[in-house]
């Protein structure tokens, strides 16, 4: 079985990658589809796209960092907490909720007519556009990943041993000095994935952006599919996924490497 | 070191970003007006999810066919994979490790749109077969990972035991694996079902004109035209959901 698992995945992931690639290096039809004469063309177009590369860059990037600032108390003390299992469930149901319902859901919470609106109407400040704008985009990539960090973080934080920590503390270490000098390195592993877990998949967003994003918030994701779909530019449209699945596969050739050391 | 009260402010306060939006979708599911604004209680959203919208019902059976095959094929082919790994050293073992872990992180529209590209060289038509594939190609690396995760707390002297005692391969599987394997395979299928259920991105991209599933239902009511029956459906999926993951918490521990 081990064989039709293998051949799967290469049939149905790695073929279809595949395809995107060598399209890139091809020529556009008008009507979709492409031409098979060899041509860097689509690689041209790349850096017209700088502005929406850094942009995605740096809305998944910020997204991320709130995500680990926030994963980290979390899931120290989901793992430090008799609660444990409680709190681990709790964590996890809102994953299992369906994620455009909790796309949908900010939409309710942050729109003109909002519930937040409608408390700023009676303090009488005017409607505040808090949607279709990267702060919403940030907003809720955080939502959507937070339980992507917190898992890896408390299965690293489960092994550290209270008695290291309460070492540091007792050989006059301040807390902060033993979160940052003890407790960080311990959990560098599970930092490492959780970096690799949440800002990959941010990075390609496609539903958040396209829901709660504007015209200033508009993704990678967004950009490949209307090139794909709307300008009918399959080349471009390849490009644009190599240079996402380049990112996500260096990121876990890293992971693998580290894990592989350690 | 015991949490502070700053870790544990983070804590109810990440507890209450969690649940707050998802709370406020169930009281709006009750409000009489269209927009936000509470307007007094009412069922009618309910009433009319039942007896009006008869396309959310059809594409919550397409959803529910999809994600049962295709969770019982990735479960099989996972769980089968996941110990042959684990029992025998095999020389394909580091190319299955990296091709599991890179679904992981290719981005869905990467994998939805390369299906799609795949589908329509192969002149295949678009619809609830192509929605399948799809659906087992993305879970059956998580179905593989949390069986032998759950395999590696196997003690392996048990099936050293078996064998002295004079057990075949056959019987050491279904006598000794494949019972002390059983909460790790509900805890497969149960996540690669939630996965499918879930998915929206790259089923948007393989489904067919009549094989809409219940997320692409959503997103077009989301996209075109508020109607209150969503919060009513979101309702349904929410309290489905929370009380599905208390009922199976046992198993739920499994999947991390």
Redesign the interface.
Same mark, same amino acid.
């Given at each position: 079985?081990?064989?039709?698992?293998?051949l799967?995945?290469?049939f149905?992931?790695?073929?279809? *990658?595949s395809?995107?690639f060598v399209?890139s290096f091809l020529e556009p039809q008008i009507y979709g589809g492409v031409q098979w004469n060899f041509t860097l063309n689509a690689y041209r177009y790349l850096p017209k796209y700088l502005n929406l590369i850094w942009r995605s860059i740096w809305i998944a990037g910020t997204a991320t960092l709130i995500t680990l600032v926030?994963a980290l108390?979390?899931s120290?003390? *989901?793992a430090?907490?008799r609660l444990k299992?409680f !709190? !681990?469930?709790? &964590?996890?149901?809102?994953f299992? &909720?369906?994620?455009?319902?909790? *796309?949908?859901?900010?939409?309710?919470?942050l729109?003109n007519?909002?519930?937040i609106n409608?408390f700023l109407n009676l303090l009488g400040f005017g409607p505040v556009q808090f949607l279709y704008n990267p702060f919403a985009v940030i907003l809720v990539i955080v939502?959507t990943y937070?339980p992507f960090a917190i !898992?890896p973080l408390?299965?690293a934080m489960e092994k550290i041993e209270?008695s290291i920590?309460?070492a540091s503390?007792d050989l006059g270490a301040s807390?902060m000095y &033993?979160f940052t000098r003890v407790l960080l390195p311990n959990v560098r592993m599970g930092l490492l994935t959780a970096f690799?877990?949440v800002f990959?998949?941010a990075?390609?967003?496609?539903?958040i952006p396209d829901?709660v994003g504007g015209v200033s918030s508009r993704m990678i994701?967004n950009e490949?599919?209307r090139q794909?779909m709307t300008i009918r530019n399959?080349p471009v449209?390849s490009a644009m996924?190599n240079l996402?699945?380049l990112i996500? !596969?260096l990121?876990?050739i890293i992971?693998?490497k580290r894990r592989g050391k350690s | 070191?015991?949490? @502070?009260r700053?870790?544990?402010t983070?804590?109810i306060l990440?507890?209450v970003?969690?649940?707050?939006?998802?709370a406020?979708?169930i009281i709006?599911s009750f409000n009489a007006a269209k927009?936000?604004?509470w307007a007094g209680f009412t069922l009618r959203w309910y009433v009319e999810l039942f007896t009006r919208e008869y396309s959310v019902w059809n594409s919550f059976k397409n959803s529910l066919i999809v994600a049962i095959v295709s969770s019982v094929i990735a479960t099989f082919? @996972?769980t089968?994979?996941a110990v042959?790994?684990y029992w025998r050293k095999?020389r394909?073992e580091s190319?299955?490790?990296?091709?599991?872990?890179?679904?992981?992180?290719?981005?869905?529209?990467?994998?939805g749109?390369?299906?799609l590209?795949?589908f329509s060289?192969l002149k295949m038509q678009l619809g609830l077969t192509t929605i399948i594939?799809?659906h087992?190609?993305f879970s059956?690396?998580y179905t593989?990972m949390i069986v032998y995760s759950r395999l590696q707390d196997f003690d392996k002297n048990i099936i050293e035991a078996a064998y002295d005692l004079g057990s075949t391969d056959l019987q050491v599987f279904y006598r000794v694996i494949i019972p002390n394997l059983v909460p790790g395979i509900v805890a497969a299928f149960l996540l690669a079902f939630?996965l499918s259920?879930?998915d929206?991105?790259i089923t948007f991209f393989v489904a067919g004109p009549g094989s809409t599933t219940?997320?692409i239902q959503?997103?077009s009511m989301?996209?075109f035209g508020i109607s209150p029956t969503?919060?009513a459906i979101?309702t349904f999926?929410?309290v489905g959901?929370?009380f599905? @993951?208390?009922i199976l918490?046992k198993f739920?521990?499994y999947?991390?």
């Open positions: 079985m081990r064989y039709v698992y293998l799967w995945l290469i149905l992931f790695v073929l279809p *990658i395809i995107i399209y926030v108390p979390v120290f003390y *989901i430090k907490s299992n !709190l !681990l469930l709790l &964590t996890v149901v809102p299992w &909720t369906n994620s455009l319902i909790r *796309i949908y859901a900010w939409k309710i919470v729109g007519n909002g519930i409608q939502y937070l !898992l408390y299965a209270n920590l309460e503390l807390k &033993t690799v877990f990959v998949p990075l390609g967003s496609y539903a829901l994701g490949i599919v794909l399959w449209a996924s996402l699945t996500a !596969l990121s876990i992971v693998m | 070191m015991t949490p @502070g700053f870790i544990k983070v804590v990440t507890m970003f969690f649940y707050l939006p998802l406020i979708v709006m927009s936000p604004a082919i @996972g089968v994979t042959e790994l095999t394909i190319t299955i490790w990296f091709l599991t872990y890179l679904p992981f992180v290719v981005p869905d529209v990467i994998i749109i390369s299906l590209l795949l060289m594939l799809a087992i190609t059956i690396p593989m939630t259920i879930d929206f991105v219940l997320p959503i997103y989301i996209r969503v919060n979101s999926m929410i959901t929370i599905l @993951g208390f918490r739920v521990k999947i991390f």
